[in-house]
């Protein structure tokens, strides 16, 4: 029998902190005020629960002063990691080097161009600490001013990839999200590095919740995440999460072989009752052609799934850390406003 009584004194454990991942690339004209707005967030978070908050910008190889810019904002109330990359790895690197540099348990990502609000943080921290969700996640209300081709090509892709996928994601789920500490403990543990985070989000499981939000209006510069960015994220999702490709492709040899099947028949149908002639050069030219683009469908589709494999048997790390920097609140408060910076030798 255990008898030995707790300390009298002892101070209660702090529970787990939050933080706030930002992967940003070319986002110079618009980050310090990002920044400012994200920390008036957590300032209001701090005020109303006993909760560490850090901020960790993720600089996805940025061509302009993105990298400058974040090694100088300030670090008043919250600590500050910047973390600059190698070179431009893309988006779900940038995450995952959030995610490997989250310090304080729950994690949370946003994009940099301004468009997830600030003020949706508390909300989400919300649902978390009080509701007890480990996933909670954001979608659009609505796509209506939207483009109707954009909206179609939405639901065909959330169509496809939930059709072979082993676990259903949400229509238009983002990438702003929160994790609780055992949820961004799960996805850590998944060796793949061809990642699709809203898919792996969805898999790990856990109690999660949706939370619906009006995007903002970007206030600086364009998006470079334009049409040819958005199908080869497609791409990458569909190969890294879902077998639906390959199903389809399944379906389609499936499908023309049965309609060769019926022409066939017909053929002879043709030839031994109703005595005709079928012309043989049109018929054969066009069954070559379309047997021989099915066949390199299908060759381009496997193409993708040996290069996801190829991928994986190499086992390259995902991202380079060129430059990590951290700066502490507290350290700013004293009055010591240096911080611990190292570098990729």
């Given at each position: ?14 529970p787990p902190g939050l933080s706030i991942v930002v992967p940003v690339h070319n ?319």
């Amino acid at each position: 029998m255990n008898t030995t009584a707790p300390r009298p004194n002892a101070t209660p454990a702090r529970p787990p902190g939050l933080s706030i991942v930002v992967p940003v690339h070319n986002e110079a004209a618009g980050l310090a005020a990002l920044h400012g707005r994200i920390a008036e967030a957590a300032a209001r978070l701090q005020a109303a629960r006993p909760l560490d908050v850090e901020i960790v910008y993720v600089d996805d190889g940025s061509g302009d002063a993105t990298a400058a810019i974040a090694r100088d904002l300030p670090a008043a109330s919250l600590d500050v990691q910047v973390i600059s990359l190698s070179r431009n790895f893309g988006k779900e690197a940038a995450l995952l080097a959030g995610l490997d540099h989250a310090r304080l348990g729950a994690v949370l990502f946003m994009d940099g161009d301004g468009q997830h609000p600030p003020s949706l943080i508390e909300t989400l921290v919300g649902h978390w600490r009080d509701g007890g969700y480990d996933v909670v996640y954001t979608a659009k209300a609505h796509r209506e001013n939207e483009a109707l081709s954009r909206r179609l090509g939405v639901k065909t892709f959330y169509a496809l990839i939930n059709w072979g996928a082993l676990t259903k994601i949400p229509e238009d789920a983002g990438d702003f999200r929160l994790l609780s500490p055992r949820a961004a403990a799960a996805l850590r543990q998944l060796p793949e590095r061809n990642r699709f985070f809203k898919g792996l989000a969805s898999w790990i499981g856990f109690r999660q919740k949706r939370v619906d939000y009006e995007p903002e209006v970007r206030a600086h510069g364009r998006s470079t995440f334009g049409l040819h960015s958005l199908i080869g994220l497609s791409i990458e999702g569909l190969t890294s999460f879902s077998v639906a490709p390959l199903r389809l492709a399944s379906m389609l040899g499936v499908l023309l072989a049965a309609s060769a099947l019926v022409f066939g028949a017909w053929t002879v149908v043709e030839t031994l009752i109703y005595a005709r002639s079928v012309p043989g050069y049109p018929s054969l030219v066009v069954g070559i052609m379309v047997i021989g683009g099915v066949q390199l469908i299908m060759i381009g589709i496997m193409g993708e799934y040996i290069g996801k494999i190829l991928s994986e048997l190499k086992a390259r790390p995902v991202y380079f850390v060129a430059e990590h920097q951290l700066k502490r609140a507290d350290a700013a408060q004293d009055g010591a406003a240096e911080a611990e910076r190292t570098a990729a030798e």
